[in-house]
T-cell receptor
């Protein structure tokens, strides 16, 4: 079963614009991770943020975590057509159970 | 080597067949996972092995039987599947449970 919800379900932007995706979850977590999946392929790990961290950066990615609101956001800056993919958040719960959110389908138009 | 390999890439099987999916990693990871993913849905966790022991079984039907012969290999034995079991089956590994996971490309399974 899913741990959380993501919004929006789908996002379409122009190349060069920023993309923001949100994730909410229900139970206490050890960490929250973001993954990217190109159509029908395996997932690629993007970034991991621990429950005691509030913000993390990796290249064009910025992730925030608000444990009081049980929510996280992923910001992709200066998007490229190659960023077109589905993005999932995943929570590592206190039971070491990995739960994925419903995902956001991002389309970046050239 | 940061790769997780899965075989076969595609599998078509009848409801009475017995088949196995294989997964291999050589990163020294001690946690390995099986996920099921239906089209346009997120991956659903099926099994977790930690140090070659089954640590999580997400109430998966017994027609799916996992096996971890050693720290590098993970199998999923399939028997008497149903058409609704058709999906992409993903294997992943991580250094320890809860860490960054490396995913294989998946096996696309069709049950006829």
């Amino acid at each position: 079963s899913q741990q959380g919800e993501e919004d929006p379900q789908a996002l379409s932007i122009q190349e060069g614009e920023n993309a923001t995706m949100n994730c909410s979850y229900k139970t206490s977590i050890n960490n929250l991770q973001w993954y990217r999946q190109n159509s029908g392929r395996g997932l690629v790990h993007l970034i991991l943020i621990r429950s005691n961290e509030r913000e993390k950066h990796s290249g064009r990615l910025r992730v925030t975590l608000d444990t009081s609101k049980k929510s996280s956001s992923l910001l992709i800056t200066a998007s490229r057509a190659a960023d077109t993919a589905s993005y999932f958040c995943a929570t590592d719960t206190k039971d070491n159970d990995m739960r994925f959110g419903a995902g956001t389908r991002l389309t970046v138009k050239p | 080597d940061t790769e997780v390999t899965q075989t076969p890439k595609h599998l078509v099987m009848g409801m009475t067949n017995k088949k196995s999916l294989k997964c291999e990693q050589h990163m020294g990871h001690r946690a390995m996972y099986w996920y099921k993913q239906k089209a346009k849905k997120p991956p659903e966790l099926m099994f977790v092995y930690s140090y070659e022991k089954l640590s999580i079984n997400e109430s998966v039907p017994s027609r799916f039987s996992p096996e971890c012969p050693n720290s590098s290999l993970l199998n999923l034995h399939l028997h008497a599947l149903q058409p609704e079991d058709s999906a992409l089956y993903l294997c992943a590994s991580s250094q320890e449970t809860g860490g960054e996971q490396y995913f294989g490309p998946g096996t696309r399974l069709t049950v006829t």
